[in-house]
């Protein structure tokens, strides 16, 4: 799964410019599935007869991970080539000073921090920090206004942890792929969406779902941790296995999807955590809203530094959430 | 000149009704179907010359920001609130018209030679200000305007030469641009003009609206942020009276469809009009709520860029409004279903 991984963090797709990692995706999942469509924001969306439609045992699910990631997009280029940005999604200028970022033709920026500044030793806005792509003028500054970037790291695997930009949520896509690869029939019928601009505003999945209409939704994400220095209380660790989501700020998940989770792991003795999140949700929130409601739930894959270009989760994670998912798919509900 | 009609109607959010009517009056001639929804919007409908058309969703709000009445003093004086984005630095001394007769006020202010240094430069809240319509006391006050009144700023519209200033461009501009395009001939797609309601408090009359008309993609048409005034630093200006219509990649509501932008702009270089990259990540429009109706809509947003807006007066280049009506016109004629393979 390793390759896999590392061909989708380092794929590019900002929220709203997600050809590129959709086609990656779409190769990878095309030979798996018995159907394949793009819908009308773009989100992939797989489907899977199950080999027990139409009978008591048959549920149509829907399982979901953002293929979108964070970035930034180019507001302005002064008179220097220097380009002025804003974020796609949740970025935190901490993180920014220093970074690099790719374009979608592969160009390279440096993004640093307006040196006067009233204090600084204040966090900076993003309104203080640039790109600088090596323009030395407007004129012939390559980029232009309204082109969005993603940070760039390359993918490291150390020990059991893997090391990326992006594993929000190319880890989750990573998952359901694997699922696909590994699931040899299923009395469901399964929808397995990738979806658009989780990232903006969980916009993609509420939309795919609207379309899809399942009877249960589960999201595979990605969650924060409580395992490093000085950090916040939680009660989720790397390495002690995927976390089934109870709740968080955007949603409660349902306590039968929950329970449903929490019994095929007992049942196959895959080891999970539970996990409440305090900031922070998942395009489960938004599906479980959609038309008359959707029992909804989330597998979360731990993660360290997420939104950073450096997120860190453990492999047996990532394993441990494919099995548990097949447990569920592969019995009745 | 239907701007200046639409400009000087009173239509603060909730309150579209006169502006419905303008338009109505306007294009009902030029469309084969009208119908006013439950919240108030104006869905028009123009079909197609294809067997097989296309829907394709046009929409402009009505509405505009502004105040209520929502108590009277002993003196006869008005407490008002805001109704949408109101900038409160701006009203002390600024004249209105109240309610449905336009009765005149003026927003109190205390002389300056009663200002204490250390309240000079201060801005007061909107629920600290006092509405004068010279009512004599409470109870003409209540007669007058009663709670729940609306009240708009008094402005006129007036032409400045190849720039016209007047209130609520911000959305009338759009209205207009509309208002336009479903006069002119057919596309190939039946097109939904719809005028929506209540876009100042939160994007609520096309929220239902689009889940009403289904369409296969959308354009927001909006006046929008121009910020082009000098400035002490190499910034931004949003967008720039005189470049020509602005095209949304990305607002706080929604990020555009780049199909859309992509015909936009084509179109815009293959016939060398005007056009510029509106501010990447301001705002909000209409489109942040369509493009999520239903199984989700293809959206775009272009807009007349204006000076001031949500203030007494904003100001815009005609020049930009024709060739925003000329980008959209030549745009739709170019859409087809392969625009959004």
Known sequence: MRELIRK???????????????????????????????????????????????????????????????????????????????????????????????????????????????????????????????????????????????????????????????????????????????????????????????????????????????????????????????????????????????????????????QLLLDRAEEADIPYQLEVLERGTTDAAAVQLVRAGVPAGCLSIPCRYVHSPSEMVDEADVENGVRLLLEVLQKPL | MILKELSEAHGVSGNEGDVRSIVLDAVRDHVDGVRIDALGNLLTVKHGTDQDPMRVMLAAHMDEIGLMVVDHDDKGLLKVRAVGGIDARLLPGVRLAVGPDRIPGVIGIKPIHLVESDEMGKVTKVEKLMVDIGAKGKEEAQELAPLGTYATFATPYRELGPTVTGKAFDDRAGCAVLVELLRGDRF???????????????????????????????????????????????????????????????????????????????????????????????????????????????????????????????????????HTVRLMRESLSRLTRETLK
Do not use: W
């Not at chain 2, 990020?255 to 009009?273: K, M, N």
């Open chain 1, 8 to 258: 989708l963090v380092e794929s590019y797709g900002p929220s709203g410019t997600e050809e590129q990692i959709r086609d990656v995706i779409r190769a990878e999942v095309e030979p798996l599935v018995d159907d394949l469509r793009v819908d009308a924001m773009g989100s992939l969306i797989a489907h899977v007869e199950g080999n027990g439609s139409g009978t008591d045992e048959g549920h149509r699910l829907l399982l979901d991970a953002h293929l979108d990631e964070i970035g930034v997009m180019v507001t302005y280029i002064d008179e220097d080539g220097f380009a002025r940005f804003t974020s796609i999604g949740g970025v935190s200028p901490l993180t920014c000073i220093g970074s690099r970022v790719a374009f979608e033709d592969g160009r390279v920026g440096v993004i640093h921090v307006d040196q006067k500044r009233e204090d600084a030793s204040k966090v900076p806005k993003l309104d203080q920090l640039y790109i600088d792509v090596g323009a030395t003028s407007r004129d012939d500054c390559p980029v232009k206004i309204g082109e969005p970037a993603v940070f760039t790291r390359p993918f490291v695997a150390q020990g059991s942890r893997l090391i990326s930009k992006a594993m929000d949520d190319r880890i989750g896509c990573a998952v359901l792929i694997e699922l696909l690869r590994r699931l040899d029939g299923t009395p469901h019928d399964l929808y397995v969406v990738f979806a658009v601009q989780e990232e903006v505003g969980l916009r993609g999945a509420r939309t795919s779902a609207f379309g899809i209409e399942p009877d249960m939704a589960i999201a595979v994400d990605v969650t924060g941790t409580g395992d490093t220095p000085e950090a916040k209380p939680m009660a989720v660790k790397l390495g002690a296995g995927p976390a089934v989501k109870v709740k968080d700020s955007g949603m409660i998940a349902h306590p039968k999807v929950r």
């Open chain 2, 188 to 322: 190939s797609f039946d097109l939904h003009g719809v005028f929506t309601v209540q876009e100042e408090v939160g994007l609520r009359g096309a929220r239902v609206a689009a889940f009403a008309v289904d369409p296969d993609c959308a354009f927001a048409l909006e006046g929008t942020i121009a910020d082009d005034i000098p400035k002490e630093k190499d910034e931004s200006p949003t967008t720039e009276l005189g470049k020509g219509p602005a095209i949304t990649v990305m607002d706080r509501s929604f990020i555009a469809d780049r199909r859309l932008v992509r015909l936009l702009t084509g179109t815009a270089e293959e016939l060398d009009i005007p056009y510029q990259i509106k501010q990447p990540g301001l705002g909000g429009t209409d489109a942040g709520v369509i493009h999520l109706a239903r199984e989700g809509v293809p959206s775009a947003t272009v807009a007349v860029p204006s000076r001031y807006i949500h203030s007494p007066a904003a100001l815009l280049s005609l020049e930009d409004f024709d």
